[in-house]
């Protein structure tokens, strides 16, 4: 299937732990996204990369560290996690940068620090 | 600051009851607007994307307009399979282009 694919699905874990979320997209697309979903469904961009560059870093806190190590890929590190990053995090593709053709998500990953 | 408002929260329609959902926008340069639905527990999926004034798309049962300051997503004689939370989202004519901001969303319920 041809599709945005990331693990886990659900991540619980204790406040101070290190998690990574990973993600693939097999749509031979160019820019890859993570998107942070808070309880009242708000969709925040996080970071863009296009072809492995970082394009936006959205004003995360420098606890969050994106990883592409090539343009079908892009991992997501949390460093100290805290009880606020209880969220669901969903991985995006698009064909470019300027994403005419819409955006792919993930399923997403539901993150809950206790 | 670049904002989208979608209204209502929520709507609860009966089958074959036709109505739509708002989305108002304020961006520095519009240079597109997106609908998406998600389903629970699913990824947002695509829908429509509008770049100008006047356009208008259709998907079945959908159809999406745009003025200068707000979308409408029309649902006509909507069925119990079109409940999802329906998101807009715009993108901005920014250097970064590829940045959508999302509205909060109106979570659809249609009963048989």
């Known amino acids: 299937d041809t599709a945005v694919s990331q693990t886990p699905k659900y991540l619980v874990t204790q406040m101070g732990n290190d998690k990574s979320i990973k993600c693939e997209q097999n749509l031979g697309h160019d820019t890859m996204y993570w998107y942070k979903q808070d309880s009242k469904k708000f969709l925040k961009i996080m970071f863009s990369y296009n072809n492995k560059e970082l394009i936006i870093n959205e004003t995360v806190p420098n606890r969050f560290s994106p990883k592409s190590p090539d343009k079908a890929h892009l991992n997501l590190h949390i460093n100290s996690l805290e009880l606020g990053d209880s969220a669901v995090y969903f991985c995006?593709?698009?064909?470019?940068?300027?994403?005419?053709?819409?955006?792919?998500f993930g399923s997403g990953t539901r993150l809950t620090v206790v | 600051e670049d904002q989208v408002t979608q209204s209502p929260e929520a709507l609860r329609l009966q089958e074959g009851e036709s109505s739509s959902l708002n989305c108002s926008y304020t961006v520095s340069g519009l240079r597109g607007l997106f609908w998406y639905r998600q389903d629970p527990g699913k990824g947002p999926e695509f829908l429509f994307t509008l770049y100008s004034a006047g356009e208008e798309k259709e998907k079945e049962r959908l159809k999406a307009t745009l003025t200068k300051k707000e979308s409408f997503l029309h649902i006509t004689a909507p069925k119990p399979e079109d409940s999802a939370t329906y998101l807009c989202a715009v993108q901005a004519r920014t250097r970064a282009t590829n940045k959508l901001i999302f509205g909060t969303g109106t979570l659809l319920a249609v009963q048989p």
């Open positions: 995006a593709s698009s064909q470019d940068l300027r994403g005419n053709y819409g955006y792919t």
